[in-house]
């Protein structure tokens, strides 16, 4: 069973028995549908219902012989909104099924992001139509979470913000450089970082920790599409899963400068979240492709 259904409002979906009936409602009374083809003989197929806007549940897998839809797996989605990164991007299928996981270099983060592609099909027509290295590309990411705190903000003046905004981006390009083998930008960044563990270390002693750090974006746990994070609301709304009537979460968050879209259960949510205050929790990254 996939532990991130929750996320989008199915908590009453407990057993195997109900699953199987979620999924045979997917596959029966879906909202849209999309093939491509895998070989000669064989089409891949994934059938989408929506159950609110923006997020939903995807049932993938390959049309047989004599035209009946095998499903090889399912997982729930979440679209994000706007552009997160215009970094490049490295598609990898999986080994065991026909799915597809997205890495993205964004310097702003300092580690690869590793997602989960959401348009595979589309991916796989635009594979096939040998068009991928012609055309601009950008990445839309989003996040589920089954469950999260909010967190007061970090009180900053404008000078700080803008000395913080310089360094961030002085950062950035000093990482861009270090990839591109400048041995004396690789030189600044560790300086750079010894100088900030030890002003870290002056501080932790006194002060929690989540009153230095604003925001954070690292790997969590064995799966690679798994992330903690902490990042600032700068917008949120509401949206009812039209089966379960349970009413979500939609924050838009900065993480790291990175801005993409996390739904969370409101009754899996402590405290009230509102512009300006944080978010922290465990996130499942998804991430859809944009074809310019």
């Known amino acids: 069973m996939h532990q991130y259904l929750k996320a989008i409002g199915f908590s009453n979906i407990t057993t195997r028995q109900q699953e199987r009936e979620l999924l045979k409602e997917i596959e029966e009374d879906f909202s849209s549908h999309t093939l491509a083809e895998l070989t000669k003989d064989c089409d891949f197929c994934e059938f989408v219902r929506e159950y609110g806007i923006g997020i939903g549940v995807k049932s993938c897998g390959e049309i047989n012989d004599w035209d009946e839809f095998e499903r090889e797996y399912y997982f729930p989605?979440?679209?994000?909104?706007?552009?997160?990164?215009?970094?490049?991007?490295?598609?990898?299928?999986?080994?065991?099924?026909?799915?597809?996981?997205?890495?993205?270099?964004?310097?702003?983060?300092?580690?690869?992001?590793?997602?989960?592609?959401?348009?595979?099909?589309?991916?796989?027509?635009?594979?096939?139509?040998q068009t991928l290295g012609t055309r601009s590309t950008s990445v839309t990411l989003a996040g589920l979470a089954n469950r999260g705190k909010i967190l007061l903000p970090i009180v900053k003046n404008e000078a700080v913000q803008q000395a913080q905004q310089e360094e961030a981006h002085n950062r950035m390009m000093l990482l861009s450089a270090a990839r591109q083998g400048d041995s004396q930008a690789l030189e600044s960044l560790t300086l750079d970082d010894i100088d900030t563990y030890s002003?870290?270390?002056?501080?932790?002693?006194?002060?929690?920790?989540?009153?230095?750090?604003?925001?954070?974006?690292?790997?969590?746990?064995?799966?690679?599409?798994?992330?903690?994070?902490?990042?600032?609301?700068?917008?949120?709304?509401?949206?009812?899963?039209?089966?379960?009537?349970?009413?979500?979460?939609?924050?838009?968050?900065?993480?790291?400068?990175?801005?993409?879209?996390?739904?969370?259960?409101?009754?899996?949510?402590?405290?009230?979240?509102?512009?300006?205050?944080?978010?922290?929790?465990?996130?499942?990254?998804?991430?859809?492709?944009?074809?310019?």
Do not use: W
Request: a negative charge; hydrophobic letters at 40%; charged letters at 25%.
């Open 77 to 129: 989605y979440f679209e994000g909104s706007g552009v997160t990164s215009y970094a490049d991007v490295v598609v990898e299928k999986k080994i065991d099924q026909e799915a597809y996981l997205g890495v993205c270099e964004d310097a702003r983060v300092g580690v690869s992001i590793i997602f989960q592609l959401q348009n595979n099909v589309e991916y796989m027509k635009e594979y096939q139509l």
């Open 199 to 292: 002003k870290v270390s002056q501080r932790i002693g006194k002060e929690d920790v989540l009153s230095i750090v604003a925001t954070y974006f690292m790997p969590y746990g064995l799966e690679c599409t798994l992330y903690s994070i902490l990042g600032e609301i700068l917008d949120m709304q509401m949206v009812v899963n039209d089966k379960t009537n349970e009413t979500l979460y939609i924050l838009t968050l900065n993480v790291n400068d990175l801005h993409f879209d996390v739904c969370v259960p409101m009754a899996e949510l402590s405290g009230e979240p509102e512009i300006g205050r944080r978010f922290k929790g465990e996130i499942l990254l998804q991430g859809r492709i944009n074809f310019q």
